[in-house]
Each structure stands twice: as C-alpha cells, then as structure tokens.
C-alpha cells in the first residue's frame, strides 16, 4: 500500500462481515471460503449453521468476526454502550473512555437499508462496517460506500462513534492485540478504576 492510498473492499453478496474484516486490518486475509471454514469449525455437526446465511451468500455473525481475529492473534471487544448512560451524560461521555491509540480498529454493527440495484427497500437488516486510522487519519471504510470516507483525527473519530452508537441498535467491537484485551488497556487508566 503506497502512502496516501487506502485499502476498501466493496459491498458483494452478504459478505459485509468479510469486507469489514479485510477493510479494518487493510489487507485482503479472508474470503468466503475462509469465513465458511470458520463457521464449521464452530458448529461441525449442524445441518444448517446459525453462523451464516442459509442461501450461502454469506451474513455471518459476531462470532466468525471474533475466530477470525483471534487467527491474527487479535481479538474483538464488545463495546458495552451501558457503562455510561447516553440519556445524562450524553452519548460523548461513552467513547471519550477509549483508549483509541489502543485500538487498531472499529467493527461497528449497524441497522442498513436494503437495496436492489437503485431501489430501495423498506427493510432493514444488520450490516458490518470497519473505521480505521490510516496514514493519521481515520476512515469510514463502510464496504457499502464507493470509496472511503474521511473521518479525520481522534476529535473526529469520537464524534463520529458517539453519532453512530446513538441508536439503541448499533454495536461496537474494538479490534485490538490480544494483550491489548487481556489487561484492559483499552479504556483510560482513569476508567480502569471504576
């Protein structure tokens, strides 16, 4: 990757999960067939796997996201949006706890319109995206956009997340070193203590 260019993968089939992955650790490492291993190695004797789609296009959940990291030596921390409460202290004070210098990147699980072509559904269902700091800068990597968006610097990343997770329906996983993880470096030492 030459300086100034960012790696993103484009929406194909329900491979959100796939493109999220791949968007986050900036590099093509996994591909369906990799995330389909994945789902029988986590449910070998089932007919049907509750890991992904049953049409085989691929809507993988939160728990193939997790083996994959984990085989990068990773791992992926569920962002618990209760540890500050968004109706009195506003949805800023939740992600102002992060520690974002030690997080490599963000898998956030959003509500997403359903579209065929140019024609837009009334549905929704739930769809993966990745954030990442790239060449100091952090970037919308959403797989459904034609390119990467920039969110800018850490004032930005935070402003960006806090609009995210407003919803009562978002999710957030910190892509982080297993050591990372581990002792819980994540957070500000001064949320450490509570």
Known sequence: MSEGEVFH???RLELCAIHALNNVLQEQVFTKEMADDICKRLTPQCVVNPHRSML???NYDVNVIMAALQSRELAAVWWDKRRSDFNT???DRTVQSLCVDKVQGFIL???SRV???IVSLPVKRRH?????QVNGHYYNLDSKLKSPVCIGNEAGLR????EVLSPDVAEMLLVVRRDVEEYGTWLNSDDLRK
Request: glycine letters at 16%.
């Open 89 to 91: 202290s506003g949805p």
């Open 128 to 132: 993966w995206l990745a954030v990442r």
């Open 56 to 58: 085989g296009t691929g």
């Open 115 to 117: 579209s065929l072509g």
């Open 159 to 162: 402003t960006f997340l806090s």
């Open 9 to 11: 993968e484009k929406q």
């Open 109 to 111: 699980n959003v509500p």
